[in-house]
Structure formats: C-alpha cells, structure tokens
C-alpha cells in the first residue's frame, strides 16, 4: 500500500466542504451527501467553509432547500441528514 491508501484506509476526521454556499454545493454535493447518510456511509462531521457570513442554521436550510429540489421524492425533514449531528456540524 501507498502512504497515501493507508491514511485513506485509517478513516477522515471531518469533511470539509469549501464554498459551501456555492451553486457546485448545492447543485452536486449536497445531492452527494444526501445519498451516502441514506446508504449509512457519511460517518463524520460535515464543515461548511463559505464566505458569506451566514449563520449554520442558514447554512443547513439552504442544504436542505437543495435537497428537496435536486432528489427526486426526498423530503429534507425525512432527510437521514435531517438533526444528524454530522450536518453540517459547523458553517464557518
């Protein structure tokens, strides 16, 4: 094994996700979050890092604004992310 496969293998800490208020965000990688809580494989803490000075309760509303709209039948109050303490646990 690489170095770098053995450090993939040991696990994450967190994932950070930056220009998490972006359109790429929420066009794609919210979507892509949603999908791994409902397979029972997003099993760290998700850190948004944005510019834009919203608070995590903003942060988190407009992540589940774009599920709603980009998951065909997901509702986010039925979301696996839905008051799970890895979403995103921090809008920075």
Same mark, same amino acid.
């Given at each position: 094994?690489?170095?770098?496969?053995?450090?993939l293998?040991?696990?994450?800490?967190?994932?950070?996700?930056?220009g998490?208020?972006?359109?790429?965000?929420?066009?794609?990688?919210?979507p892509?979050?949603?999908h791994?809580?409902?397979r029972?494989?997003?099993?760290?803490?998700?850190?948004?890092?944005?510019?834009?000075?919203?608070?995590?309760?903003?942060?988190?509303?407009n992540?589940?604004?774009?599920?709603?709209?980009?998951?065909?039948?997901?509702k986010a109050?039925d979301? %696996?992310?839905a008051?799970?303490?890895c979403? %995103?646990?921090r809008?920075?």
């Amino acid at each position: 094994k690489t170095r770098l496969a053995a450090e993939l293998a040991a696990g994450s800490d967190a994932l950070v996700l930056f220009g998490a208020t972006g359109d790429l965000a929420r066009k794609k990688l919210y979507p892509a979050l949603y999908h791994l809580a409902a397979r029972d494989r997003l099993d760290l803490p998700v850190i948004g890092v944005a510019s834009s000075g919203w608070t995590t309760e903003a942060f988190r509303e407009n992540a589940a604004r774009a599920i709603d709209t980009t998951v065909p039948h997901a509702k986010a109050e039925d979301s %696996p992310l839905a008051g799970a303490a890895c979403w %995103p646990s921090r809008c920075c």
